[in-house]
């Protein structure tokens, strides 16, 4: 179950797609690569994968650095998110329709300098690898990928339930910009404030994982979240427009990213990606709940 709650300014259109959970690579249907207008978002709810032996099976797609990162972990829990983690990943490149068949199992990767996971493609002299982008991202309860060709892309997922340990006008002082705190001082509910924190910071991980710096390499402070129908106090406009703003008044950075916020069963999912000036309508956005 989804819904939007606010995007950016073209309308954008959606299909959802089935859950499914196997592990044949024989049931790995191939699909094409996304246009330039598509992105792909792969989700699953680690709760809804009950049986220990599919888990080993996910397990042996892994490579022995991943293997051994999951057995390093303490706690059951922790080690079944981490599988499926990779799993989700693995088996989602390998289900493009690339250059010939991939095997999840054979897909290698790399951090770039900030960290930001991306594919170590086997090149060869007749052979260029395509211009594909993913991100993941996970909570205790829900694990995302997204996918595009040609755009980067950042996406992020929080659970609504989510508690702030500290005052949450504090802590957004602390990260937010003048702007946001502004927003969120304006509003006297205290859940409704709570849950536009948590909107906020959704929007504003999936900018910085964008743009593949991490935390460090952008502050949260340096850049404001803007909603279209904040300006006229309707911070819950459906129709309200994202946009991110540099808070020194440069432009670098900032006008070339477009943003959707979904409610994604109990959680916020915001996606950020490059935008395409050249369109003159919204992309379109493809959900699967499923790994194989």
């Not at 007749?126 to 694990?143: A, G, K, V, Y």
């Amino acid at each position: 179950m989804f819904s939007f709650l606010r995007q950016s300014t073209f309308t954008m259109k959606v299909h959802c797609f089935e859950r499914k959970f196997c592990v044949s690579s024989s049931s790995l249907v191939p699909l094409p690569l996304p246009s330039r207008m598509e992105t792909h978002f792969w989700y699953i709810l680690p709760d809804e994968v009950k049986s220990s032996s599919l888990l080993n099976q996910y397990l042996d797609l892994l490579s022995p650095c991943e293997k051994e990162n999951v057995f390093r972990m303490h706690g059951d829990r922790l080690k079944k998110r981490a599988i499926l983690a990779r799993a989700l990943v693995r088996t989602t490149i390998a289900r493009y329709q690339i250059n010939s068949e991939v095997s999840p199992r054979s897909l290698k990767f790399r951090k770039n300098i900030h960290g930001k996971p991306e594919v170590e493609w086997q090149l060869d002299d007749d052979w260029r690898p395509p211009p594909l982008h993913f991100n993941i991202s996970h909570t205790s309860s829900l694990i995302a990928c997204g996918v595009t060709m040609d755009s980067l892309i950042g996406i992020d997922v929080e659970e609504k339930q989510r508690t702030i340990k500290n005052n949450i006008l504090s802590f957004a002082q602390r990260y937010f910009s003048h702007h946001e705190v502004e927003l969120l001082t304006s509003i006297s509910d205290t859940e409704v404030q709570r849950q536009e924190f948590l909107k906020l910071w959704t929007l504003k991980e999936a900018y910085v994982k964008a743009l593949g710096r991490g935390f460090s390499g952008a502050p949260f402070k340096t850049f404001t979240i803007r909603y279209g129908g904040a300006i006229s106090g309707n911070v819950n406009s459906e129709a309200s427009q994202i946009v991110v703003e540099s808070c020194d008044d440069s432009t670098s950075h900032t006008s070339n990213w477009e943003f959707t916020l979904l409610e994604l069963s109990s959680h916020y999912a915001a996606i950020c990606t490059e935008k395409d000036n050249n369109a003159f309508e919204g992309g379109t956005l493809f959900l699967w709940n499923k790994i194989i």
